[in-house]
Nanobody
Framework: QVQLVESGGGLVQAGGSLRLSCAAS????????MGWYRQAPGKQRELVAT???????NYADSVKGRFTISRTNAKNTAYLQMNSLKPEDTAVYYC?????????WGQGTQVTVSS
């Protein structure tokens, strides 16, 4: 059974930092592209960042220079370091694992940035 479990969300003031973690099980983690997405109230889910099995990263323009995605294959874990947080970063953040037609999601973790 595939599980993606996010952690690290919470309430932070604008300008602060948070580090999200996504612990994966039930998949060959090193073969998957890992991604972070977010969904704010009343909005569609949007891409935040992805990291391929080879380590290539991709970021939404809105988070470039502030967020960093990484992975530790030995721990089956992906991370999202979020710095200089803004109120508009407030959303539920979801972890995603993608390999060809295999696409898995975590349950999400709430990030709230106060002004």
């Amino acid at each position: 059974q595939v599980q993606l479990v996010e952690s690290g969300g919470g309430l932070v003031q604008a300008g602060g930092s948070l580090r999200l973690s996504c612990a994966a099980s039930g998949i060959i983690f090193r073969l998957y592209t890992m991604g972070w997405y977010r969904q704010a109230p009343g909005k569609q889910r949007e891409l935040v960042a992805t990291i391929s099995s080879g380590g290539t990263t991709n970021y939404a323009d809105s988070v470039k220079g502030r967020f960093t995605i990484s992975r530790t294959n030995a721990k089956n874990t992906a991370y999202l370091q979020m710095n200089s947080l803004k109120p508009e970063d407030t959303a539920v953040y979801y972890c995603n694992a993608l390999k060809e037609w295999l696409n898995y999601w975590g349950q999400g973790t709430q990030v709230t940035v106060s002004s």
